[in-house]
Every structure is written in C-alpha cells, then in structure tokens.
C-alpha cells in the first residue's frame, strides 16, 4: 500500500477545524490524528473529503462540505477555485483583511517552532494595487487538448482556463486565446514599461527567452524573461525601503547583495552609499548576472559577480552592511555561518518563505545575531505566500 493510500484515503469526515497552519491548511483532528485541511477556516466544521493519508503521521483533506461557516468566509471570486479545481490559490474564500491576519499568525508559529525565536506583533502589510490583477508573471502548462491552464493541487493533472482573475490585465487574453500547442509550458510576463512576453517551452528547461524591461526605482531595468523579478507591481519599490530603511546606508560603506538577481537592491545600495562606498553583488545564474551587469553600467561603485554565494563570501572579508534574497529554499547554514563571520553591522534577509527563513535566522542566532525587526507584505493576495523581511544585527 503507498504511503498515502492509508485507512483514511477517499473517506469523507466531519471536523472541528483549529488552528492555521503553513502552506494554505488549517489543523484538524480525527480519531487522535492530524489532518491538515484545504479550503477551510479555524473555528469552522466541515465536512472534508481525505486526499493522502500518509500512514501514522498525517492526513491530507479537502473540504467539500461547510457545515458551520467562519464570518471570514466569502465566494471565491474564480469558479475554478476551491476543491480538486485550480491549486494556484489557498484563500479565495477568505476575506483579504482575515487572509492577512493568517498569514501573520503562520508566520508567528514558525518563528516560534522552527526559529525557538520570539515574535513580536507583527502585521502583514497590505500593498497597493489591491487581492486581484496584481500577478505581472505567469506560468501556465497545456492539456493534451491544447487548452492552458495550472496544477491542480499536488496534482500533475491540469485545470484549464479560460481566465484567471489574479493577473494583470494583459495576460488575460492569453487564457482567452485558448490552443496552444498541447505538452508545452507558457511563460507570460507583462511588464510595467507596457511589453508583453510569451515564451513556449518543453519540458522542465527554461531557457533566458527574450529581453523585457521594467521601471523601478526612477530607473529602466533589463530582464530576461526566464530571469527573476518580482511578480507584484507593488514589490520591487516597497522590498526595497524596507530594506534601506532597516539598513540604513551609510554614505563610503562597503554592502553586499547575495542571490542578488537583475541587480535591484545592488544599484538602490550603490546609489546611497555613494561613489566612495562599494557594492558587491552574488547572482548564480549567469543570465540574471549578466542583466544585472547591463542595469549598473552607471555605478562605478557597484560590481556584479556570477557563482554560488557560499564559494563567494569567504574571499570577501568584511561587510558594513547586506542585503540578501535568496530562493524559497533558503540561504542555509553554510551561507548563515560564513556571513555572520563578516562582521556587517545589519543584515537585511528578503524571504518569500517564511519556514525557511525562520531556520536561517535560528542559524544567525546561535551564531551572534539578533532580530532586531521582523516585517511582512501581503504581496501574494489570495495564495498562502508571504513576504518577509528580517533584520538581523549583532547581539552584543
């Protein structure tokens, strides 16, 4: 029997829903075991359909039935939401001020489980723009029909769609369009200088596409279309006064930027420690690196180098100041370590994951370094997403 074809498998149960937990479920309980359940809410009973039972530790639910609703559910604004439908949202059906107080309560008790850290109050931040047509990048696969669409959850298995209400205006025609060449994955974005990209690929590849440009921070950014940007149109200026407000450069200082990408917070950093200061910026991927060459050609300070972070910062040496965002997967204790070796008086750590990120800050903890300040920004309405900014500073 596979793991998640336990007793429990396809069985419908009544449940008491508890608390919040990561990655878009609430807690729930049966016959002493943990269900974690989709589509629900705390304080509501449901009727939930299990979808994996994963033996003596867990089970996995979909609830299909509300028998007593929370006064934070509401109709999901896509009819492609909601059970054994579309897995690009977690909480259509919640208001978008509770989904805000979810995330702030996840983020809470796993700095608290994971990080052993205490948090104070924290508030997730709401960005302008408002919980739809927000997303600027989009990546859709294509049915044997033809026909576009997104993972079901934790399924291979595609929902087509015809729209989707989470993205900009301008990628909605795509859905519209309908066939595509079935087998493939479309890579949308559409920028904030008014281009709009399509890339079609096969399998799991993805090659840099076509140059696209963006408008941040008063300058015209380079990107390639497999590149990294911010998919909130709303993130990249509001990422960075966060970090330079908790940063707080000072004009000859020497900064880092790890996982640095196009270059975003490299130039903002340049730009404020000024020309008798130095930036450093570390990009693995040498298309992102090669963009982020090409945005900084007018800072003399600011230098671009491409490999991994953890071979990179040994020979470095000392830092007044970083910045570092890296992927969802962590910076990790490797990268941790060696940078608290640096000495910098502020570490500013962009994370999109806050699991992840509450390990990496236990690391700095265990290794001289405090939270000082612990921010969050809704700039994934409607998804379990969250983004966080930690500050981390000596203890001593």
Same mark, same amino acid.
């Given at each position: ?187 949308? $974005? ?170 990496? *800050?236990?690391? $700095? ?10 921010? $969050? ?11 966080? *900014?930690?500050?981390?500073?000596? $203890?001593?």
């Amino acid at each position: 029997m596979s793991a998640d074809r336990g007793p429990l498998h396809g069985r419908d149960l009544e449940l008491e829903i508890g608390a919040v937990a990561n990655l878009g479920y609430c807690v729930a309980r049966h016959e002493g075991r943990v269900v974690f359940v989709r589509h629900a809410l705390p304080g509501e009973r449901v009727v939930a359909r299990v979808s994996e039972d994963r033996g003596g530790s867990f089970c996995r639910a979909d609830a299909i039935a509300i028998v007593r609703p929370s006064p934070d559910r509401v109709e999901p604004p896509c009819e492609a939401a909601g059970p054994g439908r579309c897995g690009g949202c977690d909480w259509q059906h919640v208001t978008p001020a509770a989904q805000r107080l979810l995330k702030a309560e996840v983020v809470r008790e796993l700095f608290s489980r994971i990080g052993r850290l205490p948090v104070p109050e924290l508030t997730v931040e709401e960005v302008p723009g408002g919980p739809l047509g927000w997303r600027t990048r989009a990546q859709f696969a294509v049915d044997r029909s033809g026909r576009p669409g997104l993972r079901r959850h934790r399924q291979h298995a595609i929902q087509p769609l015809a729209d989707c209400p989470l993205v900009v205006p301008a990628i909605r025609p795509v859905l519209a369009a309908g066939q595509r060449k079935p087998g493939t994955v479309l890579d949308v $974005a559409a920028t904030s200088c008014g281009e709009l990209a399509i890339q079609e690929r096969s399998g799991r590849s993805r090659p840099a596409g076509e140059v696209i440009h963006e408008r941040a921070l008063g300058r015209r950014w380079q990107v390639h279309v497999g590149g990294f940007w911010q998919v909130h149109p709303a993130a990249a200026e509001t990422l960075v006064d966060c970090v330079l407000g908790m940063l707080a450069p000072r004009a000859g200082e020497r900064a880092l930027d790890l996982y640095a990408g196009v270059g975003l917070f490299t130039a903002a950093l340049a730009e404020t420690v000024g020309p008798a200061g130095a930036v450093i910026g570390i990009e693995s991927d040498p298309v992102s690196a090669a963009d982020g060459v090409a945005n900084l050609t007018d800072l003399a300070q600011a230098q671009m180098h491409t490999g991994d972070v953890a071979e990179l910062l040994d020979p470095i040496g000392s830092a007044d100041i970083v910045a570092l965002d890296p992927p969802r997967t962590g910076a990790g204790r490797a990268v941790m370590t060696a940078l608290t070796e640096l000495g910098a008086r502020a570490i500013a750590y962009v994370s999109c994951d806050p699991a992840t990120l509450a390990a990496d *800050v236990r690391v $700095a903890a265990d290794s001289g370094y405090r939270l000082s300040t612990l921010r $969050a920004f809704d700039l994934f309405p409607m998804t379990h997403h969250i983004e966080c *900014v930690a500050l981390l500073q000596p $203890a001593g």
